[in-house]
T-cell receptor, first 114, second 113 residues
Framework: KQEVTQIPAALSVPEGENLVLNCSFTDSAIYNLQWFRQDPGKGLTSLLLIQSSQREQTSGRLNASLDKSSGRSTLYIAASQPGDSATYLC?????????????FGKGTKLSVIP | EAQVTQNPRYLITVTGKKLTVTCSQNMNHEYMSWYRQDPGLGLRQIYYSMNVEVTDKGDVPEGYKVSRKEKRNFPLILESPSPNQTSLYFCASASGSSYNEQFFGPGTRLTVL
């Protein structure tokens, strides 16, 4: 059974710092990995999607990498801003036809201090 | 605007009173799914649907029913809600294309007294 772990559970950084969020998964047979952002009491916003054949994806100040063989992904946030404060979730979709189920980590709660 | 909508957003009910949470997407997605989110447990899948009239159980289906009569709608039905179903519920959808990015609704906060 796939297990997804995110460390640390919470992170506090001063504004302007670059930071890395970590995600690890136990079964490397994945189809893709998706990073989400969740604001308190709100839904999930998709940030980046990395296919199993890809090594990284970039969107603005965000860069996500994937090392499938070692079961790890990182989300790099450059020049952090207070508006980046949220919980960040990673989710993996297992490989295999017809399997769309996502297995989520419990998230990293990020606080960016002005 | 491409989106997944859920109604109601907030609901307080009593044990045993049947309720339905609606989910609708306007992206013509084949795949739809329901998750619940609980503190310390994260998001867990309840049911999913690969297409119209095709549904299957996720990890925590007990106490829930779903139907997929139309492509755009995927309601979640609680026939006899219990307090342990108090949770934050999310509906999601994805296309059948090779990328399958999943899009989530805003959530429904359900309290069962």
């Amino acid at each position: 059974k796939q297990e997804v772990t995110q460390i640390p559970a919470a992170l506090s950084v001063p504004e302007g710092e670059n930071l890395v969020l970590n995600c690890s998964f136990t079964d490397s047979a994945i189809y893709n990995l998706q990073w989400f952002r969740q604001d308190p009491g709100k839904g999930l916003t998709s940030l980046l999607l990395i296919q199993s054949s890809q090594r990284e994806q970039t969107s603005g100040r965000l860069n996500a990498s994937l090392d499938k063989s070692s079961g790890r992904s990182t989300l790099y946030i450059a020049a952090s801003q207070p508006g980046d404060s949220a919980t960040y979730l990673c989710a993996v979709r297992r490989s295999g036809a017809g399997s769309y189920q996502l297995t989520f980590g419990k998230g990293t709660k990020l606080s960016v201090i002005p | 605007e491409a989106q997944v909508t859920q109604n109601p957003r907030y609901l307080i009910t009593v044990t045993g009173k049947k309720l339905t949470v609606t989910c609708s997407q306007n992206m013509n997605h084949e795949y739809m799914s329901w998750y619940r989110q609980d503190p310390g447990l994260g998001l867990r899948q309840i049911y999913y649907s690969m297409n119209v009239e095709v549904t299957d159980k996720g990890d925590v289906p007990e106490g829930y029913k779903v139907s997929r009569k139309e492509k755009r709608n995927f309601p979640l039905i609680l026939e006899s809600p219990s307090p342990n179903q108090t949770s934050l519920y999310f509906c999601a959808s994805a296309s059948g294309s090779s990328y399958n990015e999943q899009f989530f609704g805003p959530g429904t906060r359900l309290t069962v007294l």
